[in-house]
Structures are given as structure tokens and as C-alpha cells.
T-cell receptor, first 114, second 115 residues
Framework: DTGVSQDPRHKITKRGQNVTFRCDPISEHNRLYWYRQTLGQGPEFLTYFQNEAQLEKSRLLSDRFSAERPKGSFSTLEIQRTEQGDSAMYLC????????????FGSGTRLTVV | AQSVTQLDSQVPVFEEAPVELRCNYS??????LFWYVQYPNQGLQLLLK??????LVESINGFEAEFNKSQTSFHLRKPSVHISDTAEYFCAVTLRGGSQGNLIFGKGTKLSVKP
């Protein structure tokens, strides 16, 4: 098991373009989380899945954001009509059952909107 | 709602000196507490956690943290730091018994260990 994989590692996009990130969790983990981390801040919760069901979305997740986890395996996070304020590190994590046993984080996708 | 305050954004120390990274939390209900470490260009790694039992928890690399319910604190300590401990450290909290398991993080403390 190679841990949580995120692709791409870096993405530079022009304002207004759509971007999609992928996360492959640890195979036996049924929970998958997306967080956003901006400069000087800790990670902020965006959304999480239990298997294929999206169970919670933060108010940070505007209607330009959508996340999916088809078949309860990998997940994608799409941002439509990107804005400069979307520039951040997008982190994916997975866990067994409830997260208080500790998440395993991926290395993140750094998005720069120019 | 829960919140986490890390009182120091940066902590510079010399190698082999002791260090304490401070974390206070706010919650009206019982919580679980965590410290995560982020080395440059890497993802966050779980350092240690307090779920229940002994209020003093230890990591495999010499860090320890003590849960203090009356002071709502979970400070991280190490008696003698190494250059390799240079990283950013995040304190986090989640609701005890909550169904989501999503973590609330502090803003992080950058530990810089100098020779």
C-alpha cells in the first residue's frame, strides 16, 4: 500500500478555467476527506465521503465546487470558473471508519490561479 | 462550535534545546485531540493523539503532549530537539462520539531548529 495519492501535484490555471483533481485513498479506507490549506492557515474541511456517499459539505464549498467518489474508490474534486481566491493546497485524506483514529493525508495538489 | 488556537506561529530553537508548542482548544463538548506534523513538500502526518485514558501521550520520536481539561490545552513538548524536527506542527480537534470525524485544525506552528 503506497498511501494516499493525489494528482496532479501542481496545477497552474487561468482565471475562469475549470480544474479537476484526483485522489486515490488507501484501499481499505472507507472514508475520504477533502481539505483546503491556504498560506498561513491550517487545513480547512471541505467535504467527506463514506464509501460513495457524500455525507457532509462545508459552507466553504461553494456551488462552483463539486466532489465525487464513484464506486467508493478514488475521488475527484472539480472547481468550475476558477477565481484567484481558489489558489491553495488541496489535501485529500482517508481513514477507516471514524477519523479520530487518525487520517492518512496525501501530499496535496497546489493550485495557482493566474 | 470547536476551535483551535496555536499561540505561536513560529518557534526558533537551537539543537538539543527543549521546546514546547502551545495549543488551546474551545469546545462545549468532549473532544479528541491530535498533533500532526508537515515536513517541507510533504503531506501531514499524525504525530500523536489523545482519545481517552492517560492524559500524557507520546510519539515514537520523542514528542509528548498532555491533555489538560481544566485549561483546555494540549501542548506538545520535546526535551531535546534535532535538526530533523524542523517542520510545521498542527494541533487539531474533533468531537468525541461525533459521526463525521472531520478535524478542526489550528493555524500551525513552524518549528525551526538551528545548529
Amino acid at each position: 500500500d503506497t498511501g494516499v495519492s493525489q494528482d496532479p501535484r501542481h496545477k497552474i490555471t487561468k482565471r475562469g478555467q475549470n480544474v479537476t483533481f484526483r485522489c486515490d485513498p488507501i484501499s481499505e479506507h472507507n472514508r475520504l476527506y477533502w481539505y483546503r490549506q491556504t498560506l498561513g492557515q491550517g487545513p480547512e474541511f471541505l467535504t467527506y465521503f463514506q464509501n460513495e456517499a457524500q455525507l457532509e459539505k462545508s459552507r466553504l464549498l461553494s456551488d462552483r465546487f463539486s466532489a465525487e467518489r464513484p464506486k467508493g474508490s478514488f475521488s475527484t474534486l472539480e472547481i468550475q470558473r476558477t477565481e484567484q481566491g481558489d489558489s491553495a493546497m488541496y489535501l485529500c485524506a482517508s481513514s477507516r471508519d471514524r477519523g479520530w483514529y487518525g487520517y492518512t493525508f496525501g501530499s496535496g495538489t497546489r493550485l495557482t490561479v493566474v | 462550535a470547536q476551535s483551535v488556537t496555536q499561540l505561536d506561529s513560529q518557534v526558533p530553537v537551537f539543537e538539543e534545546a527543549p521546546v514546547e508548542l502551545r495549543c488551546n482548544y474551545s469546545s462545549s463538548v468532549s473532544v479528541y485531540l491530535f498533533w500532526y506534523v508537515q515536513y517541507p513538500n510533504q503531506g501531514l502526518q499524525l504525530l500523536l493523539k489523545y482519545l481517552s485514558g492517560s492524559t500524557l501521550v507520546e510519539s515514537i520520536n520523542g514528542f509528548e503532549a498532555e491533555f489538560n481539561k481544566s485549561q483546555t490545552s494540549f501542548h506538545l513538548r520535546k526535551p531535546s530537539v534535532h535538526i530533523s524536527d524542523t517542520a510545521e506542527y498542527f494541533c487539531a480537534v474533533t468531537l468525541r462520539g461525533g459521526s463525521q470525524g472531520n478535524l478542526i485544525f489550528g493555524k500551525g506552528t513552524k518549528l525551526s531548529v538551528k545548529p
